[in-house]
Nanobody, 123 residues
Framework: QVQLVESGGGSVQAGGSLRLACAAS???????MGWFRQAPGKEREAVAAMSRRGTTTSYADSVKGRFTLSKDNAKNTLYLQMNSLKPEDTAMYYC?????????????????WGQGIQVTVSS
């Protein structure tokens, strides 16, 4: 079992940047990792995903070119660098980990979830 704790959220103006961090209690390379977000009144959507050992990263079309995944194995931490933020990026962001097959953007495939962190982008 792994616990995930997100940090780095907050409020920023459009065009600004934030870096979210997801600290895992276990060895991060053992898991496929993902970031999801959910805005009020909307369904949860995938943002980005990373395969085990970070060999492959995937991004939703809405964030491609603006968001970047990275990880620090020594800290067992996954990062989501978010640049050129837009008001439509406003949402609660969740880190997720999958211990079996890599589900990429299929949220039911992730068996561990963080508590979420708020990102607010003002225009």
């Amino acid at each position: 079992q792994v616990q995930l704790v997100e940090s780095g959220g907050g409020s920023v103006q459009a065009g600004g940047s934030l870096r979210l961090a997801c600290a895992a209690s276990g060895y991060i390379d053992s898991y496929c990792m993902g970031w999801f977000r959910q805005a009020p009144g909307k369904e949860r959507e995938a943002v980005a995903a990373m395969s085990r050992r970070g060999t492959t990263t995937s991004y939703a079309d809405s964030v491609k070119g603006r968001f970047t995944l990275s990880k620090d194995n020594a800290k067992n931490t996954l990062y989501l660098q978010m640049n050129s933020l837009k008001p439509e990026d406003t949402a609660m962001y969740y880190c997720a980990a999958a211990s079996y097959n890599c589900p990429i953007f299929w949220s039911p495939g992730y068996n561990y979830w963080g508590q979420g962190i708020q990102v607010t982008v003002s225009s």
